[in-house]
C-alpha cells in the first residue's frame, strides 16, 4: 500500500498516514477504547480537525507540539492531526520526572502543549516553565488559562488541506531514555515513518481485517512502530488499552478478540503468570504475538507460543533505526533468533575494538544498520550524532549481536550491559539463559556488582517458581555445571517481581542499585572461582 497521491508534497507529510484507510473503509472501526468506537471516516475527520484547530493557535511548519497522554484513543488523531499542520509531534513519556518534562517542552521549543486532564498539573508546571509554550490543549479536565480541546475540536473545520513537506522533513521527536544525564531527541522524518508503517505491515503480514491490543504506552516504539501505525495503514483495527495490567489485559483479548499485540518480555511473563485468568478467558482470537524491546529468553518464547498456540515472533529495533531484524512470521524460526534483516535494512556486525572489522559467524560483535528508517540525528546534539552515526549514514547501535551462518541474528545485550570480569566478556542474556534451564527459576536477570579483584563480577536476580525449594548455592552449582566459571554469578537474590521502566522493560539499574546496596563493600575475591 502507497500513500495516496495528494496535490504538491501532501503526500510525503506522514499525517497522512489513515487516509486512505478512511477512503476505502470508511466505515470500519479504526479505535477502541472502553465503549470509545471511532470509525476511519471519524478519524479522518477528527484528525483534520486537530490539524486546523493547530493552524489557528498559529502552529506553522516546524513547529513543535508536546502531547502529554496517557493511553487514550485521542493521542492517534493528536499525532497525526500535528503532522497534518506541517508541525513536529513531541510524544512524551508521561512518567519522567516534572523537571524532565519541563526540560523536553523547552528543548524541543514546543509552541503548544495538548494534554490529558490527568496530567493538567505536569502541563501547568511546563507552561510556567518552558519559555516557548504559548499555548495548552486540555481533554477531559480542566487548568486555568487552558484551551478545552473539545470545544475547539467542535469548532475547527473538518476539511484541512494537509501542509505540504519535503520527504526529510522532521516528523517526530521521540526523546530516549536518559540513563546518562537528560533524554536525547532522536529526529524522525516523514519518509522515515512511512517506511517504518509500510515496513512492519509488511513483514508481519498486516491486512484490513487484523485488530491490534496496545498494552504498552503510545509514547514508546514498541506499541507505536509495532501496533498503532501499521494497523492504521493497512485500514486494521486498534484497540487501546489504558495501561498495562496482565488480567485486564487477557479479559480484553475476550472481549474485543483482537489477531495481534506486541509487548515486551517482562509484559509477556507476567501474562503467562496469570493461570486462572487464561484458563477462564478464550484467547484463540490471537493469531500472531510479536515480543521486543528487550532480550527474550528461549524458554519465554516456547512458553508463550504453547499458551497461546499462535505464531510468535521475535524482533529488535531502536528508536535510531526502527524496527530492522524480525524473525519471520512464516519461514525458518530459530528460537532465541531475533531473526533477519528487515527488507530495506542492510546491517554490519564489526568488532567493538575494530569497527572496520566485520566479525565472522557466532562471534560478538556491534551491530550497525542502514535504513530509510535512520534517524536524522539527535536534536541540538551534533557531538552525540557524530558519535552514533557515521559519515556514510551508518547507525551505531551499542547493542551486541551475532550472526550464524545463515544470517539470523541473535541478541546478546547492550555494550554498556557487558560485564568485564578480569578481562573477560560476559553477556548477561548468555548468563540468563543457563540460569533458565533450572525447572524451578521462573525468571532471572544478570548485572554486574564490584568486585575487589575482578573489578566486575556478575551477579544474578531470580524469581524462583512456586512451592520451590532451591538455594543460593544450588543455584551456583547448577550453572557452573554448565556454563564457564568466569561467568557464574557471584551472588544470587531472590525477588518475587522484577521492576519495570516506564516502557515496561526490565530495569537493570534498580537491580544495580539494589545490589549495591546489599553488597556496600562489593564482591570479595577470596576463593579461586571468586
Known amino acids: 500500500m502507497k500513500a495516496a497521491k495528494r496535490d504538491g508534497e501532501a503526500a510525503n507529510n506522514f499525517g ?71 508541525g513536529v509531534a513531541v510524544p512524551a513519556n508521561t512518567r519522567l520526572a516534572p523537571d524532565t518534562l519541563v526540560y523536553l517542552a523547552a528543548h524541543s521549543e514546543a509552541v503548544a502543549i495538548i494534554a490529558h486532564g490527568d496530567l493538567a498539573e505536569q502541563a501547568e508546571r511546563i507552561r510556567a516553565e518552558a519559555p516557548t509554550v504559548r499555548h495548552v490543549v486540555v481533554l477531559d479536565g480542566e487548568l486555568d488559562g487552558a484551551l478545552p480541546y473539545d470545544e475547539l475540536l467542535a469548532a475547527a473545520s473538518p476539511r484541512f488541506e494537509t501542509v505540504p513537506v519535503a520527504q526529510d522533513d522532521l516528523a517526530l521527536l521521540m526523546y530516549t531514555s536518559g540513563s546518562t544525564g537528560m533524554p536525547k531527541g532522536c529526529m524522525l522524518s516523514h519518509a522515515s515513518k512511512w517506511f517504518q508503517a509500510r515496513s512492519s505491515a509488511r513483514t508481519m503480514l498486516h491486512d484490513e481485517d487484523d485488530k491490534a491490543l496496545v498494552m504498552g504506552p503510545l509514547y514508546h516504539a514498541n506499541a507505536l512502530w509495532a501496533c498503532m501505525l501499521p494497523m492504521l495503514f493497512v485500514g486494521g483495527g486498534l484497540v487501546i488499552l489504558p495501561g498495562f495490567e496482565p488480567v485486564a489485559v487477557i479479559e480484553a483479548v475476550g472481549r474485543y478478540r483482537p489477531t495481534y499485540t506486541s509487548g515486551t518480555p517482562s509484559m509477556f511473563s507476567l501474562l503467562l503468570a496469570e493461570h486462572e485468568a487464561l484458563a477462564r478467558v478464550d484467547v484463540t482470537s490471537i493469531e500472531l504475538l510479536l515480543c521486543g524491546s528487550a532480550p527474550v529468553p528461549e524458554e519465554l518464547m516456547e512458553a508463550i507460543t504453547e499458551q497461546f498456540g499462535c505464531d510468535v515472533v521475535e524482533s529488535y529495533g531502536l528508536t535510531e533505526g526502527g524496527a530492522n531484524v524480525v524473525t519471520p512470521r512464516w519461514g525458518i524460526k530459530k528460537i532465541g533468533s531475533t531473526g533477519l534483516p528487515v527488507p530495506g535494512v542492510r546491517i554490519r556486525v564489526v568488532d567493538v575494538e575494530d569497527p572496520s572489522r566485520a566479525v565472522g559467524a557466532d562471534e560478538v560483535g556491534e ?59 560476559v553477556y548477561p542474556k548468555e548468563v540468563e539463559a543457563i540460569l533458565l534451564q533450572h525447572p524451578e527459576i521462573a525468571d532471572a536477570a544478570v548485572v554486574p556488582a564490584a568486585h575487589t579483584i575482578k573489578g566486575q563480577a556478575p551477579v544474578a536476580w531470580v524469581i524462583p517458581r512456586k512451592h520451590a525449594t532451591f538455594t543460593e548455592k544450588d543455584v551456583k552449582e547448577f550453572f557452573l555445571a554448565r556454563g564457564p566459571a568466569y561467568a557464574h554469578p557471584r551472588r544470587v537474590f531472590f525477588i518475587d517481581r522484577f521492576p519495570l521502566s516506564s516502557t515496561n522493560k526490565l530495569d537493570r539499574s534498580k537491580l544495580e542499585a539494589e545490589a549495591r546496596e546489599r553488597l556496600p563493600n562489593g564482591l570479595q575475591g577470596k576463593t579461586a572461582r571468586g
Do not use: H
Open 16 to 86: 497522512e498516514l489513515a487516509r486512505r484507510a478512511s477512503i476505502l473503509y470508511a466505515d470500519r472501526v479504526a479505535i477502541e477504547q472502553g465503549d470509545v468506537a471511532l470509525t476511519y471516516s471519524e478519524l479522518e475527520e477528527r484528525t483534520s480537525r486537530v490539524a486546523a484547530m493547530l493552524a489557528s493557535l498559529g502552529v506553522s511548519p516546524g513547529s513543535a507540539v508536546l502531547l502529554l497522554f496517557p493511553n487514550d484513543y485521542r493521542f492517534p488523531e493528536a499525532l497525526l492531526g500535528v503532522l497534518r499542520a506541517g
Open 367 to 425: 551491530l550497525w544498520s542502514i535504513s530509510p528508517a535512520n534517524a536524522l540525528g539527535y536534536f541540538k546534539n551534533p557531538d552525540t550524532t557524530r558519535e552514533k552515526f557515521t559519515p556514510d549514514g551508518w547507525l551505531k547501535t551499542g547493542d551486541l549481536v551475532k550472526r550464524d551462518a545463515q544470517g539470523y541474528v541473535y541478541f546478546t545485550g547492550r555494550r554498556d550491559d557487558m560485564i568485564n570480569c578480569g578481562g573477560e566478556n
